[in-house]
């Protein structure tokens, strides 16, 4: 399902932080290969709070992208 990245919602207390140096490689790769992102969704939740992927939705968020493949865990 394709949803609007700008509704999605990074998770408060998420206990990986973002690594900047792993963030850039990650938009490298999403650059290079960006049919990675169909095989590993954003998971989130039904209020759209990113449960699985915030540092691939922060790539992407500054990669530009306008929507982003998810799935909604309930």
Known sequence: ML???NDL???LNNPRGVDIGRLEKLKRSIKEFPEMMSVRPIII???GEII???MRWKALLELGYKEVEVIIFD
Do not use: V
């Open 3 to 5: 949803k609007k990245i």
């Open 9 to 11: 919602k990074p998770m």
């Open 45 to 47: 939740n039904e209020s």
């Open 52 to 54: 699985g992927g915030n």
